[in-house]
C-alpha cells in the first residue's frame, strides 16, 4: 500500500501561480511514477502531469508550458508548479502513485486531493 498527502491549494486570482506538494508513505517502491490528476464539478478526471523514478515527465495538453512536475526522490515527494492559472483549472487536485507504461501512466494510489481555485 502507499499512502499520499497532498498539500498546498488554496484560492488564486487568474494569472497567479501555486505550488502543489505530495508526499508519499508505504510501499512506494512498488510503483514506477508519481504524478498529478484534477477533476472539476461535473467533468472527468484527467490527467495534468506524471513524472517516472528516472524523471522522464508527461503532461496534459491543457496544461503544458504553464505547469511544471518535479520530484524528490530522498523525500518520497512530487510537486507541481503552476503558473499562468485561469479559471479553467478550478479544479480538486489529486496526487497519484501508479507505473507508467510507454507514456501512459495506470494509478493504483490516490490521495484524498485538495482543493484549488481560480478567480476571475
Known amino acids: 500500500q502507499v499512502q499520499l498527502v497532498e498539500s498546498g491549494g488554496g484560492l488564486v486570482q487568474a494569472g497567479g501561480s501555486l505550488r502543489l506538494s505530495c508526499t508519499a508513505s508505504g510501499s512506494i517502491f512498488s510503483v514506477n511514477a ?3 490528476y484534477r477533476q472539476a464539478p461535473g467533468k472527468q478526471r484527467e490527467m495534468v ?10 503532461y496534459g495538453d491543457s496544461v503544458k ?3 511544471t512536475i518535479s520530484r524528490d526522490s530522498a523525500k518520497s515527494s512530487v510537486y507541481l508548479r503552476m503558473n499562468s492559472l485561469t ?3 478550478t479544479a480538486v487536485y489529486y496526487c497519484a502513485a501508479g507505473n507508467v507504461y510507454i507514456t501512459t501512466m495506470l494509478p493504483e494510489y490516490w ?4 482543493q484549488v481555485t481560480v478567480s476571475s
Open 87 to 89: 479559471p479553467e483549472d
Open 49 to 58: 502531469a506524471h513524472i517516472t523514478n528516472s524523471g522522464r515527465s508527461t
Open 65 to 67: 508550458g504553464r505547469f
Open 34 to 36: 508519481m504524478g498529478w
Open 111 to 114: 490521495g484524498p486531493g485538495t
